[in-house]
C-alpha cells in the first residue's frame, strides 16, 4: 500500500542545499513512486510567523512553487497548493491549541533557538506555530511526513495532539497519528562557514549557504571560500566526530551522489581540501546550476504557477474541509 504524504516548505525566500537535501529531494522520490498520494504545502501562515513584506511574501511563494517543480515535483501527481487558501488549517489550528498542553510547547527547542533572548518580542505565532504545523498534517489524514531533523521533535508534539485528540473525544483513529521520514543520514545540512550551525535561510552571511537559485560561478566561489580545517581528509569516519566542517561537506557530497559517508571517506582519504572542494563543486553545479536555470524560467511564468496554485487549492480544500467539519461535530459545534 501507498503512503499519504504531507510536507511544507516556508515560503521565506534563500531555499538552500539543506532544504533541498533534507526534504525536497524526499519529496521528488516519494512523487515518483505512483503508490503514493503526495500533497506538498507553501506554508505561508508559518512564514508571517517572522515579519515579511507583502510584496516579497507574494513572489517567494510564487518562487516555493517554482522549486518544487523544478526540483523534479510533478503537479499531475502532487497537490501543490498555499496554506493560507484553504482556511481549515487556521480553524483546526485553533482547535488544536486547545488540546496542546503549555508544558508541551515549552519544551519546543526551535523556538528557544529562533527567539534567542529577546523571547518576549517573538510573535505569539512562533511561539504556537507547532500547533499550526500539527493541524497541517492531521487535516489530510498523511501517514508519513517528510521532514529534516530539525522538525522531529515538531513532529512528536503533533503525534502527542493527535492521540490527545482521540482520547479526549473518544474517537479511536479519528486524527491519524504520523510517521516522520527522516533520512538516516545527511538529514542536517550545516553552514558552510560554522560546521556546528544549521544551514538556515536567515543567517545573514551568503557565503554560508547554496541558494537553490545560485548560479555555477556563484558555487564556484561559495565552496573555495568554505571553511575547512587545517588537516588532510581522513581515512576513518570517527575520526569527523571532531571535525564537523570537513563531515559537513563530505556529507553533503555524499548526499548528492547518493552514496554513503563511508564510501566517500574511503574514496577522499588523505586527499587534501583543494582537490575534494573542486569534485564537490562539480556535482553541485551538475545539480544545481540547472535547478537554478529553470526556477529563474519558471517565477517569469506568474500565471502558469498561480494555475498550479489554483488547481492544488480545490484539491485540497475539499479534503481539508471534510476534515474540519467532522473535527467541529466531534467537538459540540
Ligand atoms: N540545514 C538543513 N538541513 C536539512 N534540512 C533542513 N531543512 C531546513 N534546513 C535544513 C528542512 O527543510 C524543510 C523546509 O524548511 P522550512 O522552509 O519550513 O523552514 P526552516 O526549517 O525554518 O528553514 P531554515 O532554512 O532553517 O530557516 P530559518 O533560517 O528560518 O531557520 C523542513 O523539512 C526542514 O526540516
Given at each position: 500500500m501507498g503512503k499519504k504524504i504531507f510536507s511544507g516548505v516556508q515560503?521565506?525566500?534563500?531555499?538552500?542545499l539543506g532544504n533541498y537535501l533534507g526534504a525536497i529531494k524526499n519529496f521528488v522520490e516519494l512523487n515518483n513512486d505512483n503508490k503514493n498520494e503526495c500533497i506538498f504545502c507553501v506554508v505561508d501562515l508559518h512564514a508571517i510567523t517572522s515579519k515579511q513584506d507583502p510584496k516579497v511574501l507574494r513572489d517567494n511563494i510564487r518562487e516555493t512553487v517554482a522549486t518544487f517543480l523544478a526540483s523534479g515535483i510533478d503537479p499531475q501527481k502532487s497537490i501543490i497548493f498555499n496554506?493560507?487558501?484553504?482556511?481549515a488549517h487556521s480553524e483546526a489550528a485553533w482547535i488544536l491549541s486547545c488540546i496542546a498542553r503549555m508544558g508541551w510547547i515549552n519544551r519546543m527547542t526551535q523556538f528557544k533557538e529562533k527567539a534567542g533572548k529577546d523571547k518576549e518580542k517573538a510573535s505569539v505565532g512562533l511561539y504556537s506555530y507547532p500547533i499550526l504545523m500539527a493541524a497541517d498534517i492531521l487535516l489530510y489524514d498523511a501517514s508519513h511526513v517528510p521532514v529534516g531533523e530539525d522538525q522531529k521533535q515538531h513532529l512528536e508534539l503533533c503525534r502527542d495532539i493527535a492521540q490527545k485528540f482521540n482520547n479526549d473525544f473518544d474517537v479511536?483513529?479519528?486524527?491519524k497519528v504520523p510517521e516522520p521520514l527522516i533520512?538516516?543520514?545527511?538529514s542536517r545540512i550545516m553552514s558552510l562557514k560554522d560546521g556546528t550551525k544549521k544551514m538556515s535561510?536567515?543567517?545573514?552571511?551568503?557565503?554560508s549557504r547554496i541558494n537553490l537559485t545560485d548560479d555555477k560561478d556563484i558555487i564556484i566561489s561559495k565552496i573555495k571560500k568554505a571553511k575547512t580545517d587545517?588537516?588532510?581528509?581522513?581515512?576513518?569516519?570517527?575520526?569527523?566526530n571532531e571535525r564537523p566542517e570537513a563531515k559537513n561537506l563530505l556529507g553533503i557530497y555524499s548526499s548528492l551522489t547518493n552514496s554513503t559517508l563511508e564510501k566517500t571517506v574511503k574514496d577522499f582519504k588523505g586527499k587534501n581540501f583543494s582537490e575534494f572542494k573542486e569534485n564537490l563543486t562539480q556535482v553541485l553545479v551538475e545539480k544545481i546550476d540547472p535547478m537554478s536555470k529553470e526556477i529563474k524560467k519558471l517565477v517569469n511564468d506568474k500565471g502558469f504557477l498561480d494555475k498550479i496554485l489554483i488547481e492544488g487549492h480545490k484539491k485540497a480544500n475539499d479534503i481539508a474541509s471534510i476534515k474540519v467539519k467532522k473535527m467541529h461535530e466531534i467537538v459540540g459545534f
Open positions: 515560503p521565506t525566500g534563500n531555499l538552500h496554506q493560507s487558501t484553504v482556511p479511536k483513529d479519528f486524527l533520512q538516516k543520514e545527511f535561510k536567515s543567517e545573514i552571511s551568503d557565503l587545517p588537516l588532510s581528509l581522513p581515512s576513518d569516519v570517527k575520526e569527523l
